[in-house]
């Protein structure tokens, strides 16, 4: 038996999958949770924070206007989030990082349901709402780099794309779960009710959801490719990952390590491939309540009903679409999801239009939408993943999916309000889904039919 004093470090404690899936699940649920709840009880929020005087009603599209600012602010410091708590996540590990995200994300989304609104705290209160959403911003930022990172790190060989699947699979369930929540509470409650109190309730539920979520974080380990190229406790030099041919549209494909020019290109190439998910996701799936209502004047509930059906159909194509990216490549499965989108995207919105359409065919079209949004959505995480090296995989996959969500995504609301308020033209959101999408085609063309079968490097 070796002595005690001439033994090495013990080797690594590995997280098994299933337990690293659960963790990285949970904060997004969290996140996009709360990101559902804003966006149908946007025209609530308006009245309660952007209007003047006490409102119990349906604000006017200046207040409408100054919510979707407030929701912007949020995506543009994702961003800064990203580059932070990426960094943090590449150098001292995936697991504290994604601990203290979902910290800050619980606080800032617990304190919304605490705020005073503008009858009470007058002009503070919409600068209060904008200060909470700016540090949600940050925490969803540093949330989706070290998740993705996590999961698809803990793949077992050949299955990243349904692991990184899960990723925006809790999306859609947290979208779900905002939208109904929203309607079950618009359906208990009076209106009025509802606009002095109700509102609160969705934001109060995200602390019992993120001390969960923080429960299965504390129980994590670092994924043992992190630990092999970060140099942290539990590394093992006499096994290096290995290293597949070097690809240009990646960083880092050879032995020396990525300089920051290489990565930025890398990070403006991920934005190209998703920018069509970010924009057609929040255009038919977050937008679309405010949207109906606003425009088509429909009411509260049936705006809610039609967004829940539309994410329906999103969560349920994503693990397939994860699962066939695994065994066919990611690239076809995007690109028939942004191919879609570009040429269904304007006749679903005549569809909507038209009082004579039947509500079972609307509702088949709006499966559809969120079907093809699925499509890009179940792979996108694991194309993200296998772009970048582990020293900067959280930095860069999370600098993509941040950016392209701040542009395309916290903008959409504010630009298709804007624009429809400006020209009179209702096929606005449809023309805004259906141009980024062909964009992203003509990026998601350029990536390699073998990348779901190279290791991550």
């Known amino acids: 038996m070796t002595p005690l004093h001439l033994r090495g470090p013990a080797p690594p404690t590995v997280t098994h999958p299933r337990r690293a899936l659960l963790a990285g699940s949970a904060g997004n649920f969290v996140e996009w949770y709360e990101f559902g709840v804003y966006g149908c009880f946007a025209t609530v929020i308006a009245a309660r924070f952007f209007t003047p005087d006490t409102a119990t009603g349906p604000a006017g599209a200046g207040p409408l206007l100054a919510t979707y600012a407030s929701f912007a602010v949020a995506f ?22 994604l601990i203290l995200v979902v910290c800050l994300m619980t606080a800032a989304t617990t304190l919304i349901g605490l705020l005073p609104t503008r009858a009470t705290a007058g002009e503070l209160a919409p600068w ?33 794309g349904r692991h990184g699947a899960w990723q925006s699979f809790t999306v859609a369930l947290g979208l779900l779960a905002g939208a109904g929540t929203a309607a079950a509470i618009a359906g208990v409650l009076t209106p009025p009710a509802l606009y002095e109190w109700g509102w609160r309730i969705p934001f109060l539920l995200a602390l019992p959801l993120g001390a969960v979520a923080l429960w299965l974080r504390t129980g994590l380990t670092e994924p043992a490719g992190a630990l092999r190229l970060e140099g942290l406790p539990g590394a093992t030099p006499e ?26 290109r890398t990070v403006l190439l991920g934005i190209g491939r998703i920018m069509g998910w970010s924009a057609a996701g929040y255009t038919f799936l977050v937008v679309l309540p ?11 509930q049936e705006a809610l009903i039609a967004t829940a059906v539309a994410n329906l159909g999103f969560a349920a194509a994503i693990l397939p679409a994860g699962i066939l990216s695994d065994r066919v490549g990611r690239r076809p499965v995007m690109l028939c999801g ?22 079972p065919a609307k509702a088949a079209g709006l499966l559809g939408a969120g079907a093809a949004v699925g499509l890009l959505a179940g792979p996108g995480p694991a194309m993200l993943a296998e772009m970048f090296p582990a020293s ?17 995504s916290g903008c959409a609301g504010l ?17 805004y889904a259906a141009g980024a999408c062909a964009l992203s085609a003509v990026a998601l063309a350029s990536l390699r039919p073998d990348d779901h079968l190279r290791p991550l490097r």
């Not at 543009?76 to 590449?90: C, E, K, N, S, T």
């Not at 909470?132 to 990243?160: D, H, I, K, W, Y």
């Not at 191919?339 to 569809?351: D, F, G, I, N």
């Not at 309000?417 to 606005?428: E, F, K, W, Y």
């Open 76 to 97: 543009f410091f994702r961003p800064v989030g990203a580059l932070l708590f990426g960094r943090l996540g590449d150098r001292v590990g995936r697991r504290p990082t």
């Open 128 to 160: 209060l709402l904008t200060l909470l959403r700016a540090l949600q911003g940050l925490s969803a930022g540093g949330e989706f780099g070290g998740a993705v990172a996590l999961m698809t790190e803990s793949a077992p060989p050949g299955r990243r």
């Open 239 to 264: 096994t290096p990952p290995a290293r597949p041919a070097p690809d240009p549209g990646t960083v880092g494909a050879g032995p020396v390590a990525p300089t920051p020019p290489a990565t930025a």
């Open 290 to 300: 405010s949207y109906l209502q606003a425009t088509l004047g429909a009411s509260f």
């Open 338 to 359: 942004a191919l879609c989108v570009t040429l269904l995207a304007l006749p679903l919105l005549h569809l909507l239009q038209d009082p004579a359409a039947s509500a």
């Open 392 to 408: 900067v995989r959280c930095t860069g996959l999370g600098l993509a999916y941040a950016l392209a969500n701040a542009v395309f």
């Open 415 to 431: 630009v298709v309000t804007a624009l429809i308020a400006a020209t009179g033209n209702t096929d606005v959101p449809a023309h």
